[in-house]
């Protein structure tokens, strides 16, 4: 992988590790929902608009109906996995679906990226992606996941009360909705990669009209609750222009490194964002055992170093 590409990514990480910081904030106010997305969503409209413009005379009239029909999958994909993430959300506990949704993500991703896109893929890269996945999964408290599952399974010869009936049917609907989060993921980032690399579009102004064409994907959920969004956005304005600001500015950055990278090699990578997240003083998943992290964290280092520095570029 170029060291340009590198760099774009690790950026990219920094900046997923803020603004996921500010909407985990977010999440726990007033309208942080669908409500809070839609917001941010008008926001990003309107703060990219500048950029945007600055494209499009230039990209807009090359795009034909691939282009678009690229474009329109992309947003309707992307909110739908931002549904079934919210799903998820509500029927599980978080320190399930988002290490299953985070760590499967890269996997499924690395495979879609060699069938679809015909990248190749090494011993080396494979080692890689299986570090990054695997620091994720521990930085994410995945092993206390799996111990409650195998005390739950042990559990299951005796009678259950309720309590422990409702947590096993939370867990296995946590790692139904994570896994389904993971393979949204894993579409939209070979969607967008074939977008950007077969296609040759430009990452801003991909990004740009995928987010416009969100809002009318978005708007029928809170069409009954519209009167909320001025209040919620009193509330809320600085972690909606924290979102708005630089969720675009990181994605842009993956993928203009998809420009010069792999899609296979540069998945993984974007895992290096939850790594920030924890080093900057985020609990994204509730408590987490030092040591854990620290082991996660090698894992994170060397799975990149690998997919840097361990495999030959086409």
Same mark, same amino acid.
Request: aromatic content about 10%; hydrophobic content about 55%.
């Given at each position: 992988m170029p060291l340009s590409a590198l760099a774009l990514v690790l950026a990219a990480a920094l900046l997923?590790?803020?603004?996921?910081?500010?909407?985990?904030?977010?999440?726990?106010?007033?309208?942080?929902?669908?409500?809070?997305a839609f917001l941010s969503a008008i926001a990003t409209t309107v703060?990219?608009?500048?950029?945007?413009?600055?494209?499009?005379?230039?990209?807009?009239?090359?795009?034909?109906?691939?282009?678009?029909g690229a474009v329109v999958l992309s947003a309707i994909v992307h909110?739908?996995?931002?549904?079934?993430?919210?799903?998820?959300?509500?029927?599980?506990?978080?320190?399930?679906?988002?290490?299953?949704?985070?760590?499967?993500?890269?996997?499924?991703?690395?495979?879609? @990226?060699?069938? !679809?896109?015909? /990248?190749?893929? &090494? *011993?080396?890269?494979v080692a890689g992606v299986l570090g990054v996945c695997g620091g994720v999964f521990l930085i994410a408290g995945g092993p206390a996941m799996l111990r409650s599952a195998l005390t739950r399974s042990v559990g299951s010869v005796a009678v259950l009360s309720a309590d422990q009936a409702a947590q096993r049917q939370r867990l296995r609907a946590g790692?139904?909705?994570?896994?389904?989060?993971?393979a949204l993921i894993a579409l939209y980032s070979v969607i967008d990669g074939y977008a950007?690399?077969?296609?040759?579009?430009?990452?801003?102004?991909?990004?740009?009209?995928c987010n416009v064409l969100r809002?009318?994907?978005? @708007?029928?959920? !809170?069409?009954? /609750?519209?009167? &909320? *969004?001025p209040a919620i956005w009193r509330v809320q304005w600085k972690h909606v222009l924290t979102v708005s600001l630089l969720g675009p500015l990181a994605y842009i950055l993956v993928l203009t490194a998809l420009q010069s990278a792999p899609l296979s090699?540069?998945?993984?990578?974007?895992?290096?964002?939850?790594?920030?997240?924890?080093?900057?003083?985020?609990?994204?998943?509730?408590?987490?055992?030092?040591?854990?992290?620290l082991a996660g964290a090698g894992?994170?280092?060397?799975g990149v170093l690998l997919l840097a520095f361990g495999v030959p570029h086409p």
């Open positions: 997923h590790a803020v603004w996921n910081l500010a909407a985990k904030r977010a999440a726990g106010g007033p309208g942080g929902d669908h409500r809070f703060l990219w608009a500048p950029v945007a413009l600055w494209f499009a005379p230039t990209e807009l009239p090359q795009w034909g109906a691939l282009q678009w909110v739908v996995y931002y549904l079934t993430l919210l799903r998820g959300y509500r029927e599980a506990d978080l320190t399930v679906v988002y290490p299953v949704a985070r760590g499967s993500a890269p996997l499924v991703t690395a495979a879609a @990226a060699v069938i !679809v896109l015909g /990248e190749a893929m &090494t *011993l080396w890269g790692l139904g909705w994570g896994a389904a989060t993971g950007i690399k077969v296609l040759a579009m430009g990452p801003v102004l991909f990004d740009y009209v809002l009318p994907l978005q @708007a029928p959920l !809170v069409w009954r /609750e519209r009167a &909320t *969004l090699h540069v998945a993984p990578m974007r895992e290096v964002s939850l790594l920030f997240a924890a080093l900057i003083g985020g609990r994204l998943l509730g408590e987490q055992d030092r040591g854990l992290r894992c994170i280092a060397g």
